[in-house]
């Protein structure tokens, strides 16, 4: 499982900044329902589910 960086874990919904969304859309090509692992790069790690996916944001 590939895993992306989010500053903000701390509620249910957030989004990818705009590099991680880069790599997540292009580079990777997942598209909506693709499930990840998310870390705040101190420790904390979150499966998810990418639930809204645009051009330039992955929710």
Do not use: W
Not at 11 to 28: A, K, R
Not at 33 to 55: H, P
């Amino acid at each position: 499982m590939h895993l992306f960086f989010s500053p903000d874990l701390s509620s249910s919904e957030f989004y990818l900044p705009e590099e991680e969304t880069h790599h997540f859309i292009h580079v990777l090509r997942f598209s909506q329902g693709k499930q990840i692992e998310v870390t705040d790069g101190m420790g904390t790690r979150a499966l998810c589910e990418a639930i809204q996916v645009s051009k330039n944001k992955c929710y």
